[in-house]
């Protein structure tokens, strides 16, 4: 089976280091959105939490010995779907990231995990009580 995707915006931040996780971040910066989407962001708000799912269009290609790796976070060999690292079957990231505000089809965020230049696939609220 083959997926499609198609990508909604990019990354844009001058932070020149990128911590390796969105929860230990600080960094701000904006996801700048293609204006034919621009619609889709009405009732995002300041303050809001919202998921980005992207593209790790950095990553080396993923071969059968990145099944296991060392985790950044406890330094243990780990299966690969149990840790965070961007060397995966499919290079697909996810993070929760803080709204600061919209202006027109520009998000900016705070807690950004991403590279500049980020290819962004799509933005989901952050529901945590089962609601939604």
Known sequence: MSIELRTIGVV?????????HWSVSD??????????YSEGLRDIEPG??????FNFHRSPGF???F????SGQNGREMGVFSICSPIRPNPIGMSVVEVL???GANIDVR???MLDGTPILDIK??????RG
Do not use: H, S, Y
């Open 125 to 130: 609220p952050l529901i945590e009580d089962g």
């Open 12 to 20: 844009r931040t001058n932070a020149e280091e990128i911590p390796r």
């Open 101 to 103: 505000g919209i202006r």
């Open 63 to 65: 071969a059968p010995e």
């Open 67 to 70: 099944l296991r790796q060392t």
């Open 48 to 53: 809001q939490r919202i998921v980005v799912i």
């Open 27 to 36: 960094v701000e910066g904006t996801l700048e959105i293609d204006e034919e």
């Open 111 to 113: 807690r950004l995990d």
